[in-house]
């Protein structure tokens, strides 16, 4: 199976690149890099402009994939860019998959949704509030008008401790010590949400679909429980409320995850099976 991995210097797409060798490795993976220039070394590296249709249809008609992993994505600076990117970007390479009837796996967030309500379903309509959610939700739009073989799938926060997320990485160094107690998310453990992108893709599910963990918590609830997991002192983080700062930020973006427990044979785990789990195994 030709298979192309958008983003895989990220988080996610580092984990899928060391999952899916292990997993499947008959695939034939490519990857793409934006930032960096492939070389001879990396045969099956591409540099990838998100924002420029030929260098989507170059790379597109060099791969012929029949599986994309999109995980590429601008998370913030320049609004423009960041919308031309995921938002413009996402439904060009949806269009190009349609045109080489490749399986699209994209991955979309929690946060275009206003937060206003949390425990959200698939067919809830998106009510972004921030430039990075409008860009996701209009991405959200673009690869389903493509009509392409997608499945859409929204997630949350991702997490993971070999290695460790970057966000996590930040608490432990105490550059992120306020964290806020009124805003809820459901993360997920990056090994789970690979496990469920590799059955995704070999299944026949098409649309908008939440992968998400179990759990719904705060961030600061989230962090004080991977302190305790690390054995890290949690007592400088900070509990703060998100309605006291400025910044513009849903509060509830929780995720209904009924259908994916249904559809995947994947068991969606809470924050406290995941910290169980990596502890039986150290």
């Not at 913030?76 to 996402?90: I, L, Q």
């Not at 849903?250 to 406290?272: E, F, G, H, M, Y």
Request: net charge negative; proline share 5%.
């Amino acid at each position: 199976m030709r298979t192309l991995l958008t983003g895989s210097s990220g988080y996610l797409g580092t984990a899928l690149l060391r999952i899916l060798p292990a997993q499947r490795p008959d695939w034939d993976l490519h990857i793409t890099l934006h930032s960096i220039e492939p070389s001879d070394a990396m045969p099956n590296a591409h540099h990838l402009e998100l924002r420029d249709a030929n260098s989507i249809a170059r790379v597109m008609d060099k791969v012929q994939p029949e599986i994309i992993f999109h995980t590429a994505a601008l998370t913030a600076g320049d609004a423009r860019e960041m919308y031309e990117t995921n938002a413009g970007g996402s439904g060009e390479l949806a269009r190009q998959a349609k045109k080489y009837n490749a399986r699209f796996i994209h991955l979309s967030s929690d946060v275009i949704f206003d937060g206003e309500r949390g425990m959200y379903v698939e067919d809830d309509a998106p009510n972004p509030i921030t430039p990075y959610a409008v860009s996701k939700a209009d991405a959200e739009k673009n690869v389903l008008a493509s009509d392409a073989n997608a499945v859409l799938v929204r997630t949350s926060l991702i997490y993971g401790f070999k290695p460790l997320d970057p966000r996590t990485r930040s608490v432990l160094r105490g550059e992120m010590p306020n964290l806020f107690t009124d805003e809820m998310r459901c993360p997920i453990w990056v090994d789970n949400l690979c496990a469920a992108l590799l059955e995704l893709a070999e299944h026949d599910y098409c649309g908008i679909l939440n992968v998400a963990g179990t759990q719904a918590l705060s961030r600061y609830d989230f962090g004080v429980k991977l302190m305790g997991a690390l054995n890290a002192d949690a007592s400088h983080l900070i509990p703060t409320a998100s309605t006291q700062s400025e910044m513009v930020r849903p509060r509830d973006c929780t995720l209904n995850v009924s259908r994916a427990q249904q559809v995947l044979r994947t068991k969606l785990l809470s924050v406290d099976e995941v910290i169980e789990k990596n502890k039986k195994s150290r």
